[in-house]
């Protein structure tokens, strides 16, 4: 039996801010802003997968007023929550997931993303899946104030 779960998540853009999207540094002039290293495709697929078994969202797991999550790298984070689910013996069955993004263009990164994703995760990368959008310069994300991200994981119980 599958258990999907679906995960969304935004930050804002700043300066001086480095764009890490699933755990790849992407060049660009502005990055995204948070009290971890603010990697917005990683956050909602780890809030996918705690869906997937009802165990709460990321903020539950990792609280951004511990000290011990500034600046902390996503990658650690989604390896911690992986953990937790094989622990509960489920595995990734797949997970699909979208950047919404104006700028930059995410097409040329988009396989390093993926391979990342499924080194971290310990899968194959025709599991992984990660998609770009525009927002056509609409709202939030489509004036650059910020880049969003949605994810659904799919989870298969283990016998
Ligand atoms: O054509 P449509 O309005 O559906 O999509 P779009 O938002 O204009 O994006 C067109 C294509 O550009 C997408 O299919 C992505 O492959 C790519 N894209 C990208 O590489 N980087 C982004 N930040 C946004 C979109
Ligand atoms: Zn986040």
């Known amino acids: 039996m599958t258990r999907f779960g679906i995960g969304y998540d935004v930050h804002r853009l700043a300066e001086n801010r480095k764009l890490i999207l699933g755990n790849v540094e992407i060049p660009h002039e502005l990055g995204l ?3 971890s290293d603010a990697d917005v495709l990683i956050h909602a697929i780890i ?3 705690l869906g997937a078994v009802a165990l709460g969202d990321i903020g539950q797991h990792f609280p951004d007023t511990d000290e011990k999550f500034k600046n902390a790298d ?3 984070l ?3 929550i992986h953990e937790l689910i094989k622990s ?4 990734i069955g797949n997970i699909d997931s979208v950047i919404v993004a104006q700028k930059p263009k995410l097409s040329p990164h988009i396989l390093k993303i993926r391979q ?3 080194e971290i995760l310990e899968t194959d990368l025709d599991l992984i899946s990660v998609k770009a959008k525009t927002e056509e310069g609409l709202g939030f994300t489509g004036n650059e104030q910020g ?4 994810a659904v994981v799919g989870l298969e119980k283990l016998q």
Do not use: Q, T, V
């Not at 509960?88 to 595995?91: G, L, V």
């Not at 880049?147 to 949605?150: E, H």
């Open 33 to 35: 802003a948070g009290h």
């Open 47 to 49: 809030d996918a997968m």
């Open 74 to 76: 996503s990658g650690e």
């Open 78 to 80: 989604l390896k911690k």
């Open 88 to 91: 509960k013996n489920f595995c």
């Open 116 to 118: 990342r994703l499924a």
């Open 147 to 150: 880049i969003s991200a949605y």
